[in-house]
């Protein structure tokens, strides 16, 4: 009821004069506009898009919590059992994904498991929801075959046989496991079949991506320390009682990078210049930080130097952090990053980085210089997001427009990773509130989290983070995951009283998720907009495929425009505003969706 109240009040409000809304388009009919075919293309020019006021919002937007409502009962299990184990700091991560191609999100939540040395075992197991499309979900892990216990940690999701249904990656402790889609609302444990079976090793998050741009997904696999129960070191924080160790305790473990030959995996990491047995790596984002067109990968550490590896386009990475400026803080101290993640939030046509750090280090803010050639400086403080998250510890972080004003968003899912942590520093606490940073423009954001709702007043021990429209009304909702707690579905309520378009990407000669894709949009004051499909990011989890670009009060988008991996392009002139639209590669738009896409009949909702 609260969603339709909002948007009937929406409605009536785009009627009405409004002064935020219409300074902007006072803004926008009075500056210079270019036709369509005269917009420049971002290759072609490193001139900025002009920067309009951020309109007002209409009606305040807030999330509201779901979790019971919608029916997700999960409940991770870190299997601590009082002897302070270094992995139970960590899990769990989380996914939007549609794994059904229903055209509705659906949701898996990663578990870990007992140790072998507790006195009592329970019995869990990660969780798939199938979307009912009614706002409820339906726990079918058993049915779908994934009803199987590991030590899990994070999730990647991607269709790495080009079949048409996306395919699960579980990174775990011990050995993380790749599960086929078969298409017919089951999986299939296919690791050792196709090359994925190793050596054990402490697996955190991963994220399919094309490096090599040969139309099939390849896997990289972020590595943490080396731990086993009988390598486990005593460590206190008062002296007396055993605490949680920091990594510098254990050694680290190299990231791997798999390429896929076409049904098989080959491990490419030393031969593409990616191994590095001194990291110990919790976050991966993809991105093209310089504009050449090929994906390279930045890398949160725990305690060891950030790592940001360039693509040369030709089968190799080269490790450029310190150079560029993200390898330690502005202070020249390796901080403890945990999750990553990056957007061109100034609409410089760049790609900067946010990563979430350890308490008393606050979040990093990257700014991409451009033209500097590769160069970011950590603008957190100027922002000013630094000193709001000063005593804070991050995990899951993201961006995402969740007003579509048209500005990138900065979500952060905190919790600190040492029960005990109060007692010998008062001011930090176990369980954290999330935060939500709105993107003002001018590179500014302004912590809106009391204003947010209440689960950002509730103070929990957040881990994975991801976003996705599960509702499909055209706005992004929230999932979050906690350590050794439950899961939290947060939705979001008024963010659609704003302009939007969403882009679902299907290859053809590129892999058939369209993953690595950018997308570009051409506004008719000049504006450009862009965005990638992406895999991976935040923490151990992974946000919906579909792309999804705010608009605020625009009134049309002059040009899309689709950059596939394999290099074709596919232009769209003035493609519907508040549409899901469904792109093919060299064919264009498939079909086109109005949202908010009305849910079926209860009897078709419950096939």
Request: proline share 5%.
């Given at each position: 009821?609260?969603?339709?109240?909002?948007?009937?009040?929406?409605?009536?409000?785009?009627?009405?004069?409004?002064?935020?809304?219409?300074?902007?388009?006072?803004?926008?009919?009075?500056?210079?506009?270019?036709?369509?075919?005269?917009?420049?293309?971002?290759?072609?020019?490193?001139?900025?898009?002009?920067?309009?006021?951020?309109?007002?919002?209409?009606?305040?937007?807030?999330?509201?919590?779901?979790?019971?409502?919608?029916?997700?009962?999960?409940?991770?299990?870190?299997?601590?059992?009082?002897?302070?184990?270094?992995?139970?700091?960590?899990?769990?991560?989380?996914?939007?994904?549609?794994?059904?191609?229903?055209?509705?999100?659906?949701?898996?939540?990663?578990?870990?498991m007992d140790f072998e040395d507790a006195p009592?075992?329970?019995?869990?197991?990660?969780?798939?929801?199938?979307?009912?499309?009614?706002?409820?979900?339906?726990?079918?892990?058993?049915?779908?075959?994934?009803?199987?216990?590991?030590?899990?940690?994070?999730?990647?999701?991607?269709?790495?046989?080009?079949?048409?249904?996306?395919?699960?990656?579980?990174?775990?402790?011990?050995?993380?496991?790749?599960?086929?889609?078969?298409?017919?609302?089951?999986?299939?444990?296919?690791?050792?079949?196709?090359?994925?079976?190793?050596?054990?090793?402490?697996?955190?998050?991963?994220?399919?991506?094309?490096?090599?741009?040969?139309?099939?997904?390849?896997?990289?696999?972020?590595?943490?320390?080396?731990?086993?129960?009988?390598?486990?070191?005593?460590?206190?924080?008062?002296?007396?009682?055993?605490?949680?160790?920091?990594?510098?305790?254990?050694?680290?473990?190299?990231?791997?990078?798999?390429?896929?030959?076409?049904?098989?995996?080959?491990?490419?990491?030393?031969?593409?210049?990616?191994?590095?047995?001194?990291?110990?790596?919790?976050?991966?984002?993809?991105?093209?930080?310089?504009?050449?067109?090929?994906?390279?990968?930045?890398?949160?550490?725990?305690?060891?130097?950030?790592?940001?590896?360039?693509?040369?386009?030709?089968?190799?990475?080269?490790?450029?952090?310190?150079?560029?400026?993200?390898?330690?803080?502005?202070?020249?101290?390796?901080?403890?990053?945990?999750?990553?993640?990056?957007?061109?939030?100034?609409?410089?046509?760049?790609?900067?980085?946010?990563?979430?750090?350890?308490?008393?280090?606050?979040?990093?803010?990257?700014?991409?210089?451009?033209?500097a050639g590769g160069l970011f400086i950590d603008?957190?403080?100027?922002?000013?997001?630094?000193?709001?998250?000063?005593?804070?510890?991050?995990?899951?972080?993201?961006?995402?427009?969740?007003?579509l004003d048209g500005w990138p968003d900065l979500?952060?899912?905190?919790?600190?990773?040492?029960?005990?942590?109060?007692?010998?520093?008062?001011?930090?606490?176990?369980?954290?509130?999330?935060?939500?940073?709105?993107?003002?423009?001018?590179?500014?954001?302004?912590?809106?989290?009391?204003?947010?709702?209440?689960?950002?007043?509730?103070?929990?021990?957040?881990?994975?983070?991801?976003?996705?429209?599960?509702?499909?009304?055209?706005?992004?909702?929230?999932?979050?995951?906690?350590?050794?707690?439950?899961?939290?579905?947060?939705?979001?309520?008024?963010?659609?009283?704003?302009?939007?378009?969403?882009?679902?990407?299907?290859?053809?000669?590129?892999?058939?998720?369209?993953?690595?894709?950018?997308?570009?949009?051409?506004?008719?004051?000049?504006?450009?907009?862009?965005?990638?499909?992406?895999?991976?990011?935040?923490?151990?989890?992974?946000?919906?495929?579909?792309?999804?670009?705010?608009?605020?009060?625009?009134?049309?988008?002059?040009?899309?425009?689709?950059?596939?991996?394999?290099?074709?392009?596919?232009?769209?002139?003035?493609?519907?505003?508040?549409?899901?639209?469904?792109?093919?590669?060299?064919?264009?738009?498939?079909?086109?969706?109005?949202?908010?896409?009305?849910?079926?009949?209860?009897?078709?909702?419950?096939?």
């Amino acid at each position: 009821m609260r969603k339709q109240t909002i948007h009937l009040l929406a409605a009536i409000l785009l009627i009405a004069p409004v002064a935020g809304c219409n300074r902007q388009v006072a803004d926008m009919s009075s500056s210079a506009t270019p036709t369509p075919e005269a917009a420049p293309s971002p290759e072609a020019t490193d001139t900025a898009s002009p920067t309009p006021a951020v309109p007002a919002v209409l009606v305040p937007v807030e999330f509201t919590d779901v979790t019971q409502a919608a029916g997700i009962r999960f409940r991770h299990n870190n299997g601590a059992h009082g002897r302070k184990y270094m992995p139970e700091t960590n899990g769990s991560g989380c996914a939007f994904l549609d794994y059904d191609n229903d055209g509705w999100q659906d949701l898996i939540f990663i578990n870990s498991m007992d140790f072998e040395d507790a006195p009592k075992k329970r019995r869990s197991v990660p969780a798939l929801y199938r979307n009912n499309r009614d706002g409820t979900f339906t726990d079918v892990t058993a049915q779908a075959g994934l009803a199987l216990q590991m030590y899990g940690m994070g999730v990647a999701v991607g269709d790495y046989d080009n079949d048409g249904w996306v395919d699960i990656f579980i990174t775990a402790l011990g050995q993380s496991r790749l599960f086929r889609n078969l298409g017919n609302g089951r999986f299939a444990d296919v690791t050792a079949r196709v090359g994925l079976q190793g050596p054990p090793a402490f697996s955190t998050s991963a994220a399919w991506f094309d490096y090599d741009k040969d139309g099939k997904l390849d896997l990289y696999v972020a590595n943490y320390v080396d731990w086993s129960i009988d390598a486990d070191q005593f460590c206190t924080l008062d002296g007396t009682e055993k605490s949680y160790c920091t990594p510098e305790k254990y050694e680290g473990q190299s990231a791997r990078l798999y390429r896929n030959l076409g049904g098989r995996f080959e491990d490419v990491t030393e031969r593409a210049g990616l191994y590095d047995p001194t990291s110990k790596s919790l976050g991966v984002v993809v991105l093209d930080y310089d504009r050449d067109g090929w994906p390279d990968l930045f890398i949160a550490n725990d305690t060891e130097p950030n790592k940001l590896y360039h693509n040369s386009g030709k089968g190799t990475f080269t490790e450029t952090a310190v150079t560029a400026g993200v390898a330690f803080s502005e202070e020249g101290k390796a901080r403890a990053g945990m999750g990553a993640d990056a957007a061109d939030y100034d609409r410089s046509g760049y790609p900067s980085i946010a990563v979430g750090n350890f308490s008393n280090e606050m979040v990093g803010l990257f700014h991409n210089e451009g033209k500097a050639g590769g160069l970011f400086i950590d603008e957190a403080t100027s922002a000013p997001i630094g000193q709001a998250t000063l005593l804070t510890l991050t995990f899951g972080l993201f961006f995402f427009d969740y007003d579509l004003d048209g500005w990138p968003d900065l979500f952060l899912a905190n919790g600190h990773v040492a029960d005990d942590i109060n007692r010998v520093q008062p001011k930090i606490t176990y369980a954290q509130q999330p935060q939500l940073f709105r993107n003002e423009g001018k590179k500014k954001f302004v912590d809106v989290s009391r204003k947010a709702g209440r689960p950002f007043q509730r103070a929990i021990v957040a881990r994975g983070a991801a976003y996705g429209d599960f509702d499909n009304d055209g706005d992004l909702d929230i999932v979050i995951t906690t350590n050794g707690g439950p899961a939290y579905l947060l939705r979001n309520d008024g963010g659609n009283q704003n302009r939007f378009i969403r882009f679902q990407t299907v290859g053809a000669a590129s892999n058939r998720d369209g993953i690595g894709a950018k997308v570009t949009l051409y506004l008719a004051d000049g504006t450009r907009l862009f965005n990638y499909v992406r895999s991976g990011s935040s923490y151990c989890s992974q946000s919906e495929l579909p792309v999804t670009f705010g608009l605020g009060a625009a009134e049309k988008v002059a040009r899309a425009e689709i950059e596939w991996p394999s290099g074709k392009i596919d232009r769209l002139s003035e493609p519907a505003l508040n549409h899901l639209h469904i792109v093919r590669e060299g064919g264009g738009i498939a079909e086109s969706k109005p949202m908010p896409i009305p849910a079926p009949t209860p009897a078709v909702a419950g096939n």
